[in-house]
Nanobody, 121 residues
Framework: QVQLVESGGGLVQPGGSLRLSCAAS????????MGWYRQAPGKQRELVAT???????NYADSVKGRFTISRDNAKNTAYLQMNNLKPEDTAVYYC???????????????WGQGTQVTVSS
């Protein structure tokens, strides 16, 4: 019903920047909220940033002041601008969306396949 595709990951040196994109497609009636999560090897998945449909944002303490979540409603795309990256930011980053489809008119929770971010010298 809803597909999420992340892109923009890669290898970057400490202090560098990356911009992740999450493109949503499918039978989308509306998107209630979008968010970014990450998971490092041996660790549980953690919330990075969320953005609700009324524009409210929430960030993990570890990324606050360095990361910025945004969206382009016309394109159904969310972004995560990551600045001053640290080795601790190394993880697979996943896009999440709570969306309503015009097929079922019900709210569902959807996940992308993930994109690897590696911060290393």
């Amino acid at each position: 019903q809803v597909q999420l595709v992340e892109s923009g990951g890669g290898l970057v040196q400490p202090g560098g920047s990356l911009r992740l994109s999450c493109a949503a497609s499918g039978s989308i009636l509306s998107i209630n909220a979008m968010g970014w999560y990450r998971q490092a090897p041996g660790k549980q998945r953690e919330l990075v940033a969320t953005l609700t449909n009324d524009g409210r944002t929430n960030y993990a303490d570890s990324v606050k002041g360095r990361f910025t979540i945004s969206r382009d409603n016309a394109k159904n795309t969310a972004y995560l601008q990551m600045n001053n990256l640290k080795p601790e930011d190394t993880a697979v980053y996943y896009c999440n969306s709570q969306a309503t489809t015009y097929i079922t008119y019900t709210v569902g929770d959807y996940w992308g396949q993930g994109t690897q971010v590696t911060v290393s010298s």
